[in-house]
Nanobody, 129 residues
Framework: QVQLEESGGGLVQAGGSLRLSCAAS????????MGWFRQPPGKEREFVAA????????YYADSVKGRFTISGDGAKSTLYLQMNSLKPEDTAIYYC??????????????????????WGQGTQVTVSS
């Protein structure tokens, strides 16, 4: 059974950068699409970014486009989220997720939490003003 574990969160000043990692265990290779979501304090979980390994498509929420970059290592065992120009409104718990339900998600599929069936425990990102 696949397990996902996020790391790299922390406290950073506005304008700073962080790189989140999501390590997948329980498998050696996967072509399943993966994504990052976040849950700000008192709000619902929201889409951040996703990647479809087949075809190399990436998708981003408008709020992070141009600032965040999703990527993975060659074996697709680690997913990354490079976050630059961070803002206080980026403060949230960040979760990575993997989908075994849809092999080739379009933008709508990629942004829905229901597309994903394996989730990590989350890592806290706090951006101070």
């Amino acid at each position: 059974q696949v397990q996902l574990e996020e790391s790299g969160g922390g406290l950073v000043q506005a304008g700073g950068s962080l790189r989140l990692s999501c390590a997948a265990s329980g498998r050696t290779f996967s072509s399943f699409p993966m994504g990052w979501f976040r849950q700000p304090p008192g709000k619902e979980r929201e889409f951040v970014a996703a990647i479809s390994w087949i075809g190399g498509m990436t998708y981003y929420a408008d709020s992070v486009k141009g600032r965040f970059t999703i990527s993975g290592d060659g074996a697709k065992s680690t997913l990354y989220l490079q976050m630059n120009s961070l803002k206080p409104e980026d403060t949230a718990i960040y979760y990575c997720a993997e989908s075994s339900r849809i092999a080739h998600p379009n933008a709508d599929d990629a942004s829905r939490p229901s597309t994903y069936d394996t989730w990590g425990q989350g890592t806290q990102v706090t951006v101070s003003s």
